[in-house]
């Protein structure tokens, strides 16, 4: 299947694909490329391009295919000028995607009213791309942000905005020192994935 075949389906419909190493942040390596490798299979039938994916040069292939695509959508990077450069990219996608990075060098800062330690704060989760910040709670703010990592996309939606909509949605269940980890991990991801794809 060409890249423009695959073009021609919605960056929605990319997103499960996209996001699929973010699900388990920090699971091995082979857990990681499994999810992958699933997330492109079920993109795939759902698509019509079943057996598209077969073997390890077609998983890259389409796993670059789907992320040029989300670059190109926001307007950022045309597809590489070969088949082979596609492929390429899609392997040192894959790489990247399935290590466990190491988490960006987020700054946080927590204010801590002793007189009301007892009590756990409102979960707000409030980004400030322009700061570079996000308003974890009442208590904590992260700051350090890069703005590339506000800017990644993931199937028509930044990858950080889709991380905090997730933990808005398991508010019940957040756990602010795995979240904020969790989110310095992906801050690393997005910059390597942007600067991995525009170096294609």
Known sequence: MST?????????????????????????????????????AAW????????????????????????LRACA?????????SPGATIALGHRLLALHASVPRPWPIM?????????????????????PAWGTLRVDGETLIGGIPS????????????????IARAKAEAEAFAKDAFIDHLARLCRIAVETVAVVRTS
Not at 13 to 28: D, E, I
Not at 108 to 128: E, H, N, T, V, Y
Request: glycine fraction near 8%; charged fraction near 20%; include cysteine.
């Open 4 to 40: 423009l075949e695959l073009s021609a389906h919605g960056a929605e419909s990319a997103r499960p694909v996209l996001v699929a190493f973010a699900l388990a942040p920090t699971g091995s390596p082979a857990a990681r490329r499994e999810a992958i490798a699933q997330a492109v």
């Open 44 to 67: 795939c039938m759902a698509n019509g391009a079943s057996g598209t994916a077969n073997g390890e040069d077609g998983l890259a292939r389409v796993y670059a295919d789907l992320h």
């Open 73 to 81: 959508a926001a307007g950022n990077q045309p597809d590489p000028a």
């Open 108 to 128: 946080r800062i927590d204010m801590i009213d002793p007189d009301f330690s007892a009590r756990r704060p409102k979960l707000l989760l409030r980004p400030q």
């Open 148 to 163: 590339v990592a506000w800017q990644h996309d993931v199937g028509g939606e930044p990858l950080l905005a889709w991380a």
